[in-house]
């Protein structure tokens, strides 16, 4: 089976992208559907706590982008050995990336543990809104190490395009949360710190049974054997200079986000962040599909850099691009005309039910920049597939810092447009910027392509 999967990152790159970002992209709406039941489950224990969570939100943005942004360094890595036919280094890269996360894990937990309070209260957090951020978020950061190798050993399974056991791991874990969040929230009335244990306990399973697969039964492609292991830097360098801008990706939108938390805050109060937090959710629910094209061009443009293919090269970005704006068309439909009906789900209770306009204002306004971003993700991502997650980066400043927040702050604060004027910042900084990556996307896959004389 594997090898199967090997073989079709070699072949004809549109058949690769799509057969590999299907059980990606069910992966990754399943993983959303984490965000989202805690949300239904967190909405019955009041405004306060879905606030407090929302707080939360740019911290945990940063730590699940480390675990996923390290993942990528791997599949980064490994796709392109595979490209080149070198099954040891593919292996190494694998070993490598197993020591990195877990000293990732180490540190980033005692960094966030010990800020967590101070970084909380500078969002503008207090009193009982605080208390329930708090609450959230220390399982989180006790537990970051399951995440860690959650989401990092899948971008190992990834790199030789076993996409399929990962969503298996996936669908379960899902379940999982689902069944522990009432469980922990009510039964055994931990509140809000319930609906974080309950994925800390879901993410420790699929770390588990991945590792399994990668060190006991050995039946993937790559053969790790840790008795073995020897640093190497250089195949080390290899994963970091894709993995850590790819994790800095994720610091640089929990950065902007966080300006704006603090501008919704000033603006709209608890209500407004409130608000953000539950749109914020669909957001990135819809949004997963694309992230999922993206994750399947990594591979695959990997697997093309490695055999010096720039025609494949080529016809993997177009082809996600394609995928991407597509895909992007449709879900934007769906979330501006049932955008009230969706804003219901997360607002059942007398108490939070004055946030459905709200919610639905939010996802009518932001929403269609989802169209343009399906451009952006799979060109964002091809940079990390061959080896360059500094451009990655790039961008992500880009639309995030020189874009994002500027024109959010232009509008609140020249225009006084008030919560309105944050949604329609994010829809326009987020599709220009998205524009702009697309043709630099195709500037440089020119240059590789003459680079290589094919």
């Known amino acids: 089976m594997t090898n199967k999967n090997v073989e079709l990152m070699r072949g004809e790159p549109e058949k690769a992208v799509k057969t590999l970002a299907i059980p990606i992209m069910i992966s990754m709406i399943l993983t959303a559907l984490y965000n989202i039941v805690d949300g239904i489950w967190v909405a019955g224990l009041g405004q306060t706590a879905i606030a407090g969570i929302g707080f939360v939100t740019p911290i945990f943005m940063v730590l699940t982008g480390a675990s996923v942004g390290l993942g990528n360094g791997a599949t980064s890595s490994i796709s392109r050995f595979i490209g080149a036919k070198n099954r040891e280094m593919a292996t190494k890269s694998a070993t490598q990336a197993l020591f990195i996360f877990l000293g990732a894990s180490i540190i980033l937990t005692i960094i966030f543990f010990f800020i967590q309070r101070p970084l909380l209260e500078s969002y503008g957090a207090s009193g009982q809104t605080l208390n329930e951020a708090i609450a959230y978020s220390t399982p989180l950061f006790l537990g970051l190490f399951t995440l ?49 244990l309950a994925t800390v306990v879901s993410s420790a399973v699929s770390a588990i049974v991945i590792l399994y697969w990668i060190l006991i039964k050995k039946n993937t492609y790559i053969d790790v054997n840790l008795k073995n292991f020897k640093f190497d830097s250089k195949i080390s360098k290899d994963i970091l200079k894709v993995g850590i801008p790819s994790s800095l990706d994720m610091l640089i939108m929990a950065i902007s986000m966080s300006i704006i938390l603090i501008i919704i805050s000033m603006v709209g109060g608890d209500y407004g962040v409130a608000t953000f937090t539950t749109g914020q959710r669909l957001y990135l629910f819809a949004i997963m599909p694309l992230t999922a094209i993206g994750s399947a061009v990594i591979a695959v443009s990997g697997s093309a850099y490695g055999a010096k293919n720039g025609e494949y090269l080529s016809r993997t970005h177009i082809y996600g691009v394609k995928l991407g704006l597509t895909l992007g068309t449709v879900i934007t439909l769906i979330l501006v005309v049932f955008a009230p009906q969706l804003a219901t789900i997360f607002a059942y209770t007398p108490e ?47 639309r995030e810092i020189i874009f994002v927040v500027p024109l959010i702050q232009l509008f609140v604060f020249e225009f006084h447009w008030h919560l309105i004027s944050i949604w329609l910042g994010l829809c326009l900084g987020r599709s220009i910027a998205s524009v702009i990556n697309f043709a630099f996307a195709r500037f440089e896959i020119r240059r590789i392509k003459a680079q290589f004389k094919n």
């Open 148 to 196: 860690m190798f959650g989401n990092g050993c899948s971008g190992i399974l990834r790199g030789e395009g076993d996409m399929k056991r990962a969503m298996y791991v996936v669908v379960v874990t899902v379940i999982l949360n689902a069944l522990l969040d009432p469980i922990f929230i009510y039964t055994f009335n931990l509140g809000s710190a319930g609906a974080s």
């Open 352 to 398: 939070t039910a004055q946030l459905v306009p709200g919610i639905t204002t939010f996802l009518r306004f932001v929403c269609p920049c989802l169209i343009l971003t399906g451009m952006g993700i799979p060109s964002s991502f091809f940079y990390q597939g061959i080896g360059k997650g500094f451009y990655s980066l790039m961008f992500t400043i880009l």
